[in-house]
Every structure is written in structure tokens, then in C-alpha cells.
């Protein structure tokens, strides 16, 4: 991805990772004032965003984890729409995914 994409008060950067439904992307918040934090963000694949059904299995992810308030779950920060797109905001937390973690296990 050469330069960010801007969601309001948020850039996307570098992709992190990617599933069925949705590619997590490196991101930055920006504030007004100068405050910065860097965050994780979601996307949900663009093809799916036409879906009602995946946009609604999308805000469910979103309501449950927000919800959610434990140490090994990452927390939800907002829910950005952009031109008929939804992202997830997310705490960006630094480490090994898990699914490399599970692949090291099982060698």
C-alpha cells in the first residue's frame, strides 16, 4: 500500500493479516490536538459490505467484543463507515499471531 488511506481521524497502513470475511490493516488515530496511537483496524472485504447479512454478522463482532472486558481479548475502540465500507477499530498489540504460534506447536 503506497500512501494511507484516510477514514476520518484514522490511517490505514500496511496489511496485518486476512480471513474470510475481513483483512486487519496497521493503522494510526490521529486527534486535532496532536495525540497519535497506533490501532489496528478491520476492514470487512468490500464485496461483502454490499451483503446485508455479512454487514450485520460484522456489527454483531463488533457489539459482542465491545462488550467483552478481559486481559486476552482486544479491545474494540470504534466502528468507522466510509463511502458504504465498515472498519473496526481495535488496540494494536504487539506479538506473534496466534495461528504462528499454533504452527510452532504443532512442529
Do not use: W
Not at 19 to 43: E, N, P, Q, W
Not at 48 to 75: G, I, Y
Request: aromatic content about 8%; proline content about 5%.
Amino acid at each position: 500500500m503506497g500512501k494511507p488511506l484516510q477514514l476520518g481521524r484514522y490511517s490505514l497502513f500496511a496489511e496485518i493479516a486476512t480471513g474470510g470475511m475481513a483483512t486487519v490493516y496497521l493503522g494510526r488515530l490521529h486527534s486535532d490536538v496532536g495525540f497519535g496511537r497506533t490501532v489496528a483496524i478491520k476492514r470487512l472485504h468490500p464485496h461483502l459490505a454490499r451483503d446485508p447479512e455479512f454487514v450485520r454478522m460484522f456489527l454483531d463482532e463488533a457489539r459482542c467484543a465491545a462488550r467483552v472486558a478481559h486481559p486476552n481479548v482486544v479491545p474494540t475502540l470504534d466502528v468507522v463507515t466510509i463511502d458504504d465500507e465498515l472498519f473496526l477499530v481495535l488496540e494494536f498489540v504487539l506479538g506473534e499471531a496466534l495461528s504462528a504460534l499454533m504452527r510452532a506447536t504443532q512442529a
